[in-house]
């Protein structure tokens, strides 16, 4: 084998050791309050998503709404504790499922999004 040869094999090697940026650039939801298909006894006063990283705000949506499909939301988004949260207030609710609805813009510009649900009972 000659030594270019061996550079390609090693090159090839390297770069199959390391990750692909691009598949790793995205804000996947790692969390949500209240979690993912849930059952809880009362309201939040927010429903807050953690992203796998940083999120704008301003190119991202959160809305719930409710079995008619109404939204129950406030329409106010706004960022959680740090810049990979974000969270929206929502109306007293009534025991019921609500379904939360999201648009993720991540700071390097690559869009996600998703939905779930969360059940309210008395």
Do not use: K
Not at 31 to 38: D, E, K, Q, R, T
Not at 54 to 79: K, M, W, Y
Not at 100 to 106: G, I, K
Request: with cysteine; glycine share 6%.
């Amino acid at each position: 084998m000659t030594s270019r040869s061996i550079a390609v094999v090693l090159g090839c090697a390297i770069l199959a050791l390391v990750p692909d940026t691009a598949a790793l650039a995205h804000a996947f939801l790692r969390n949500a309050i209240p979690a993912v298909g849930s059952t809880i006894r009362q309201t939040p006063a927010d429903v807050t998503l953690a992203f796998s990283e940083s999120v704008e705000p301003a190119f991202s949506t959160i809305t719930v709404t409710n079995a008619q499909g109404v939204r129950v939301d406030r329409g106010v988004l706004h960022r959680g504790v740090d810049d990979a949260r974000l969270a929206i207030g929502v109306t007293p609710l009534p025991p019921g499922r609500y379904v939360v609805d999201w648009h993720a813009l991540s700071t390097d510009t690559h869009r996600t999004q998703g939905r779930f649900s969360f059940t309210i009972v008395p």
